[in-house]
């Protein structure tokens, strides 16, 4: 490292041990580093904060190597609610394209999505193959080095179907699970996959995640229904989308993405858009939200490790929103 910087990250880190606030997270995918991900969600299943946050992910494309789009449980989510969400994107993609050549097609993205489970799994946690799941297996087998990063925002069904007909792609996956609903939905599969894989490298994020909508910096444009209402809703199809789905910030799936963006990946304790987490067992790669009672928003543990960045986010978001408002 440069001396001088060394220097001014050592100075800033002793203030903000002094002040009791947190350094802001530098490293990860908008400081240069790329990464390849898959999604699986229920989009179009049982809240329409999925649709909310693929356009979130589409809008920032460009800084990930997407492998593929997984439709999962519960209720209706399909195949087609992903489609739906990349109509608005193929829509979109002239103005995205034209601030970033990274930006992928549409039909590169159509071609990677893929129809996951449609019914949570039996009591072992697995049932039979899916083109999903298949699809998660390929990925993971895939001849490059770096982790395949797993976004889950439904439930976990077709990772743990892929675990049990692969359990040999562990050590190159990272699972980030958005829990809580998600986890109830297919309780199964939940449990097989943290209990029956403990060397599985995982965030379980049950509550963390509600930091994207409750509590933080929400005055003014900051506002759950203020930010869509003017820097969302009127730019592009996507931002139509997003706010036909739902008129205000849910989009409880998002840090997920958040912590590509925003962080070190490798160290879930440390600072991240997308939550810092605490790791139960020493023993085994897992962590969850942080018991601290100073991580608190209301009820819900860890939720201001995400807050706490919300006005960093947003403004992001909102300059990349601006490229699709029409002139």
Not at 151 to 173: E, F, M, R, Y
Request: proline share 7%.
């Amino acid at each position: 490292m440069n001396p001088r910087l060394f220097l001014l990250t050592l100075l800033l880190g002793l203030l903000c041990a002094r002040t009791g606030q947190s350094a802001a997270p530098s490293a990860g995918a908008l400081a240069g580093e790329r990464f390849r991900v898959i999604v699986s969600t229920d989009i179009g299943g049982s809240d329409p904060d999925d649709f909310q946050s693929m356009v979130h992910y589409l809008v920032y494309a460009d800084l990930f190597d997407t492998e593929g789009l997984i439709a999962s449980p519960p209720h209706a989510g399909r195949k087609a609610h992903l489609l739906e969400a990349l109509e608005a994107y193929a829509a979109d993609y002239p103005k995205l394209r034209a601030q970033s050549a990274r930006f992928p097609s549409p039909e590169a993205l159509r071609a990677v999505t893929k129809q996951g489970a449609v019914d949570a799994a039996p009591a072992a946690g697995y049932s039979a193959p899916t083109e999903g799941s298949r699809w998660l297996i390929e990925r993971a087998r895939a001849n490059d080095l770096r982790p395949l990063w797993v976004l889950v925002w439904g439930s976990i069904t077709d990772v743990a179907q892929a675990l049990h007909d692969a359990p040999d792609i562990k050590p190159k996956l990272r699972v980030y699970f958005i829990s809580s609903w998600n986890r109830r939905s297919d309780q199964a599969a939940r449990d097989y996959v943290v209990q029956q894989h403990p060397d599985l490298w995982l965030i379980e994020a049950e509550t963390t995640f509600r930091g994207m909508y409750v509590g933080g910096k929400q005055d003014g444009d900051l506002g759950n229904r203020e930010f869509i209402a003017r820097h969302v809703r009127s730019h592009g199809a996507l931002g139509d989308l997003l706010a036909a789905k739902k008129a205000d910030i849910k989009m409880g799936d998002t840090p997920s993405v958040l912590y590509l963006m925003r962080g070190d990946v490798e160290n879930p304790a440390g600072e991240s858009w997308g939550g810092a987490f605490v790791r139960p067992d020493p023993a085994r790669p897992y962590w969850t939200d942080s018991p601290d009672p100073a991580l608190r928003e209301g009820n819900f543990p860890g939720a201001k490790t995400v807050n706490r960045w919300r006005e960093d986010y947003l403004r992001d978001w909102q300059q990349r929103m601006k490229w699709l408002k029409e002139p």
